[in-house]
């Protein structure tokens, strides 16, 4: 009999266990008895919860028989642990990813669906979504725009009677006439995204082509060449000038972007994704975008970086791709992108959108300039992204850009196989 | 209490151990041989590559270099302040205990809430930490705390023993608490200085505790993640890189599973030879005791 009870309670016990791991394992991607069914949309844009969600109850409205169960992870978690959770299909019908290294990763695993008979596509600004093509195929549209490139404050242009420079000296001596009026010129964030982002801008036209890193991670070209070496140089002369704020490895984001806010700082080193988050931090703000421009007029090829990101694609191993295709058509129509970006303040890749705030017109703008697809993006793993923004790091430590980019370049050399 | 009963009760325990630690360390241990990427189903075998290129890079190299450097700090300052800190406020008066209760508060908090918090004290221009600097007069000492890389490690180290410093304190204080107040009684009568004292009476019975504390101090800043991933994330140039950043890096940024898991093995290893040396000075201190 004790026996018996101690059976009945080990299987009990076992039961138990099982009912709580295979719960936590459970598919959220499922169809119900009432015939409906239920996808996954999985992202990291934690702040477009609100407005994705008014969009998804529009589109259940227009599809009663699916339902859209929005999941989101922060950036952060999303590189980490959104590649395990789409591989098994549990969730992610509808998926974004970052371009670079994790698009590669996944793509390379097989996890996105052909969208290149897709009728939606034509929505899109065919030259901004060319990031989410491989091989002569559409695997994933960029939702989002942003151009990586210095946001200014036009009143003190104004004020000093400044114009974005159109060559590299020109730059030197804005950065000059606003320190010499006890303006920080540029805050730099050189704790996290500043060598990322300011990168990007000084070296487009130091090496006008689309694929420089992609041949420095082949091996045929080197940091240690004309191109990267001036690039460190002219971030060490605007170190040395001091047109960076003091200190400036030691300043992350968030203290960056407050020193501009407050006028403390003419430039931000960041991108037109800030543009919202500063207007609505200081009303009274008046910004714009530029770009350093490093070489002479003559010589400049590019006047931008862009970045077309939040990768939307559909799960190769989604139960419901009929289902998840139809939803990312939803999103894809321009009245539905119009009012994503007019809620959520980012700027979108498709065509025919309607920008109601000034920020985004700001950014809207250079939609005809002549733009590079972000270099740092094109650098596909992530240790010799980390080698090549760790080397301004460097330079702005004190080393010299030749030391700095030898010692990057011996890093890559030991990824090179 | 049968032999039934006994696995009856351990099993939950022995399940989720088995789930969460045994079956991932040994997964880690096949991946470390492997070149999978972490998303793909398939992979190759590449034998013992990956322990070859972790030991041949310059990254790693660092890595270990200042992990070594953050524990040996953390370990000795950390000690020194904890045992400082126990031997004032050992005695239980209001005041003390009250202050005890203060020094152990940064402890209760998550190491990620202490990383940001002090990220903000230590920002160079808008940090509360230059920001009192100056204003005492002390500019000459302002620094770009966490962006020099000549001092960042050091740095995030203070952080990590502002918070746990309080934590092994009270191990201290535990440990005076035990030892008889008549040896100190008779070590008084016989005409001893306080510090003669505390070198033949104090600190002899307060062995055990101290190599708790080492030993203790020792893993977790060997182990140190958050904090520096939080505050940092290696930067900057790598001047505060560890390996447990390095191989988070590996992973999740790069999607190099193969090689991280080579990385976490490697690092396993140190720290279980670690752990054998402490525990064999753990002995060695309680018998001594």
């Known amino acids: 009999m004790k026996n018996m009870k101690m059976k009945s309670s080990l299987v009990l016990a076992l039961t138990l266990l099982l009912t709580v791991f295979l719960s936590a394992c459970g598919n959220s991607s499922d169809s119900s008895a009432d015939g409906k069914v239920t996808i996954s949309f999985l992202h990291w844009r934690g702040e477009d919860t609100q407005a994705f969600q008014k969009i998804i109850d529009q589109f259940e409205t227009k599809n009663p028989n699916i339902k859209v169960d929005m999941q989101t992870l922060t950036s952060d978690q999303y590189q980490s642990t959104a590649q395990a959770k789409l591989t098994d299909g549990s969730v992610g019908d509808v998926f974004a990813s970052f371009p670079g290294a994790q698009y590669a990763a996944l793509s390379k695993a097989g996890l996105y669906t052909d969208l290149t008979n897709e009728s939606f596509l034509k929505n899109y600004n065919a030259d901004l ?72 801008t000084m070296v487009m036209n130091n090496e006008p082509s689309e694929d420089i890193f992609t041949k420095v991670e082949a091996g045929q070209a080197k940091l240690t060449d004309e191109f990267w070496v001036k690039t460190l140089t002219q971030f060490k002369e605007l170190n040395d000038n001091g047109y960076f704020q003091e200190n400036s490895l030691g300043t992350k984001d968030a203290a960056a972007g407050a020193l501009f806010i407050q006028g403390k700082a003419a430039m931000l080193a960041s991108g037109s994704y800030q543009l919202a988050q500063n207007a609505k931090q200081n009303p009274e703000l008046k910004q714009a975008l530029l770009a350093p421009i490093t070489v002479s007029a003559d010589q400049a090829k590019y006047e931008g970086v862009h970045t077309s990101t939040f990768m939307l694609g559909v799960n190769s191993r989604s139960k419901h791709p009929t289902e998840a295709k139809k939803f990312l058509e939803f999103l894809s129509q321009p009245d539905v992108a119009s009012q994503y970006a007019n809620e959520t303040g980012q700027n979108v890749t498709l065509k025919d959108i309607k920008y109601d705030s000034p920020e985004l017109n700001i950014a809207g703008d250079w939609a005809d300039k002549k733009t590079l697809f972000q270099p740092r993006f094109t650098i596909l793993n992530s240790e010799n992204q980390k080698a090549v923004t760790n080397s301004i790091q460097a330079v702005l430590g004190g080393a010299a850009p030749e030391q700095a980019a030898q010692d990057a370049q011996a890093i890559i050399d030991q990824q090179i196989k | ?218 893993i977790q800043s060997f182990k140190a993640f958050d904090l520096i991933f939080v505050m940092t994330d290696g930067g900057p140039n790598y001047a505060t890189e560890i390996l447990t950043t390095y191989i988070y890096h590996l992973a999740f940024s790069n999607y190099s599973f193969g090689l991280a898991s080579a990385g976490s093995m490697i690092f396993l290893v140190l720290l279980g030879l670690l752990t054998m040396a402490q525990f064999k000075a753990l002995r060695r201190g309680g018998a001594n005791g």
């Open chain 2, 1 to 218: 209490m049968n032999r039934k009963t006994l696995w009856f009760f351990m099993l939950p325990g022995l399940l989720l151990y088995t789930g969460l630690f045994i079956y991932p360390a040994l997964s880690g241990l096949f991946y470390s041989f492997t070149n999978w990427d972490g998303v793909s189903t398939s992979y190759d075998f590449v034998g013992i590559s990956n322990y070859k290129d972790s030991f041949d890079s310059i990254v790693f190299r660092k890595a270990f270099f200042n992990n070594v450097k953050f524990m040996l700090t953390v370990v000795i300052i950390q000690t020194i302040v904890s045992l400082i800190l126990a031997l004032i406020l050992a005695k239980n008066t209001r005041t003390r205990v009250f202050l005890r209760a203060l020094y152990f508060f940064p402890a209760i908090l998550s190491s990620v809430s202490v990383g940001l918090i002090w990220s903000f004290i230590y920002d160079p221009s808008l940090g509360l930490l230059n920001t009192a600097l100056t204003s005492g007069g002390l500019e000459q000492f302002t620094a770009s705390w966490t962006g020099d890389a000549n001092i960042a490690l050091y740095a995030i180290a203070f952080v990590q023993i502002w918070a746990h410093a309080g934590q092994m304190m009270i191990v201290f204080i535990a440990g005076l608490h035990a030892i008889p107040e008549e040896l100190m009684e008779a070590a008084r009568i016989d005409g001893a200085t306080r510090f003669q004292i505390f070198r033949k009476v104090t600190w002899p019975l307060l062995a055990p505790s101290a190599t708790i504390v080492v030993s203790y101090t020792t």
């Open chain 1, 129 to 200: 979504i060319d990031v989410g093509a491989k091989d002569g195929k559409q695997w994933a549209v960029p939702y989002q725009l942003v151009y990586n490139q210095p946001i200014y404050n036009t009143e003190i242009f104004k004020k000093y009677n400044l114009t974005p420079p159109t060559d590299w000296d020109g730059f030197l001596k804005l950065c000059a006439t606003l320190k010499q009026n006890g303006i920080i010129p540029i805050a730099f964030a050189g704790a996290d995204i500043g060598p990322g982002q300011f990168m990007n």
